[in-house]
């Protein structure tokens, strides 16, 4: 029997979070160097749509499409997930080896995401992110404030939750039920927590607007700026001189701003060799973990967590973000 010719396409089914798809489009232009056409199925296709490197992208409804297309052109067809993967849950791989891996290329040992950097260009595509991104800097400016900081503390929710409408056909997040309380990997900061580290984080840089990334079901935190946008928003804010970075819990922002801006990441159940960046200020709380390292039908994880308290959190991001000898 011959060998098997080398597939000139590949055609992915991206599956996972925000995160697994950052660490995709990462790597998509290694991808096409190697394949003469790129497609990726996504329900994050816009990810991939302000990713240069991919050829086609295509919207979950659309997965009929995708596959006739693959078959088509005859191309290496990816569906499985690669936190799936026994590379991935022992650890032996970051999340972009794993795609490399699964595409056929070489490895190079990136654990802890050492080398995965977001690299977008949503302007390029949606031309609304560049007006509401400025909206919120205009916010900034008119609030007398020099500079920013994002923020999240609650996670665990997909960013593009499906909202149902009232009687007048606006969004009513009111019957969108929050997982404040169930989340798996109890990777939240606890809100009197977080609310107490805003007031002294605003005490201590009066200059500084704090910018909250959420979702309109989850806590409200006082004088903070807190709009309703999409979430590619965030990563041209966070692109910004005038953003100091963001503090953030192991959730969507770290990966949306992977390797742009400086990051300190409060760490729960999750470990970010396993989810995480090296490169950024990761904050280990103690916590007694079990085995199971990733989102699971087990339910919450009964794992007690000694949470930082607002004053240390705030001595690790002062050092970190508004020291000048970072």
């Not at 609310?195 to 984080?201: E, L, T, V």
């Not at 965030?234 to 005038?242: F, G, M």
Request: charged share 25%; aromatic share 12%; with cysteine.
């Amino acid at each position: 029997m011959g060998k098997e010719t080398a597939k000139k396409n590949l055609y992915i089914n991206s599956q996972g979070g925000l995160g697994f798809n950052i660490a995709l489009a990462s790597v998509a232009k290694e991808l096409k160097q190697k394949y003469d056409r790129v497609c990726v199925l996504s329900a994050y296709f816009d990810v991939f749509e302000s990713c240069k490197s991919v050829d086609y992208v295509y919207k979950p409804h659309e997965i009929r499409d995708f596959i006739f297309d693959a078959k088509h052109d005859d191309a290496k067809l990816i569906c499985e997930r690669m936190y799936d993967t026994e590379d991935f849950i022992y650890k032996k791989l970051s999340y972009a080896d794993a795609w490399r891996k699964a595409c056929e290329l070489p490895v190079e040992n990136n654990k802890g995401g050492s080398n995965t950097i977001s690299e977008l260009y949503p302007l390029e595509k949606y031309q609304h992110i560049e007006q509401l991104t400025n909206q919120v800097l205009q916010q900034i400016q008119e609030g007398g404030y020099e500079n920013f900081v994002i923020m999240q503390f609650e996670g665990g929710q997909s960013p593009l939750v499906e909202v149902p409408r009232d009687q007048a056909g606006n969004p009513d997040w009111s019957k969108v039920p929050t997982n404040y309380d169930n989340e798996p990997l109890k990777r939240h900061y606890p809100f009197e927590k977080a609310k107490d580290f805003i007031k002294m984080f605003q005490e201590a840089h009066p200059k500084t607007a704090v910018v909250m990334y959420q979702l309109p079901n989850e806590h409200k935190y006082e004088n903070t700026i807190c709009v309703e946008i999409p979430y590619l928003c965030y990563y041209e804010l966070a692109k910004k001189i005038n953003c100091l970075g963001t503090v953030s819990i192991d959730s969507s922002l770290q990966h949306l701003v992977a390797g742009i801006n400086k990051s300190v990441v409060l760490w729960g159940h999750s470990l970010p060799d396993s989810f995480g960046y090296s490169y950024n200020k990761n904050i280990i709380q103690p916590c007694n973990r079990d085995d199971i390292l990733y989102f699971s039908a087990l339910g919450p994880s009964g794992a007690r967590i000694d949470y930082i308290q607002p004053e240390d959190l705030l001595k690790e991001v002062d050092a970190y973000l508004f020291s000048s000898g970072e």
